[in-house]
């Protein structure tokens, strides 16, 4: 009996112990797993923060960049130009632009650049409603121009940042490619100059409304059929009119819509044009003495 008791005994203490042994691997094991998600963590949130770094390196960097843009455009003829930028995803960047020469090691941020003008409307109409395109086709080159030379040209641009021995690189992508602007009111209203070697083209809102071939010796054909009167200037594909203008002409732009200098009083402009202004009489009147101060 006592025999048996002891081998009884025996079985139970070896069971013990194996249930001991499997639960000490069980929590080895948990333990592990716990450190690796703690681990895991923290690197996530390491590249999370270098990731914001980043951004904000790149953010300073595309605020000088857009400024300096901004100043070159505004330069060339369109006072009021203004020069936005926004961010995309690489996924969005890499299927536009089909850019793959990313670095292993490196940090990226991506951003779109595009262009606003208050008074690009009034111009608009201003300089072609007697049926002539030249100037307003001269002040889209000229912009035209300095945007596609400001980093050599091309469809995106590349800068490269190091700081901490972290390299971050900024991808600025321009969907107005090389000879093509867009310049917007707003989202509604849009000004686009599209040129080559052999064509010239103006749509307003994504509707073609002038186009000149080098190899036309009459009328410019539209998209609706009729045709524009043509000047006879024409056009070159750098930009340069046969009246000897050139494109990276520095004369400024006349951006004023209400024609303030045919007004030697500022009581007959305020009255002209009040309901043009947002607190009327007033502003027009404020409005006429600065722009002749």
Known sequence: MKKATKWAMGI???AILILVVIWGSMKMVQLEKEQEQAQKKLEEEQKVKEQKEA???ASEY????????????????LLDLKVTY????RDYFDEYWNIWDYGQDEYCVYYVLDYYSNSIDSIYERETKNGDFQSFIKLL???????????EGGAYYQHKI??????????????NRLNNITIKKDNLHQYTLNRDDDDVRVFVNEELVYRKSEDQN??????????????GSGW?????????????????????PYDVDEYDDPDDFAGEWEDEFDDGYDEAYDYWEEEHE
């Not at 190091?162 to 969907?175: C, H, M």
């Not at 070159?236 to 009119?241: D, L, V």
């Open 12 to 14: 139970i203490t070896f």
């Open 55 to 57: 951004e904000k390196l």
């Open 62 to 77: 595309m605020v000088s960049y857009a400024e300096n843009l901004q100043e070159d455009m505004q330069d060339v003829g």
């Open 86 to 89: 926004d961010t995309c995803t």
């Open 141 to 151: 080159n000229d912009e035209c121009c300095m945007k596609d030379n400001r980093d």
């Open 162 to 175: 190091t700081e901490n021995g972290k390299t971050v690189l900024v991808f600025i992508g321009d969907e």
């Open 218 to 231: 009459s009328n410019a054909h539209t998209s609706s059929g009729g045709y524009l009167p043509n000047t």
């Open 236 to 256: 070159s594909s750098g930009g340069t009119s046969n009246s000897g203008s050139k494109g990276n002409s520095s004369s400024k732009w006349n951006s004023d």
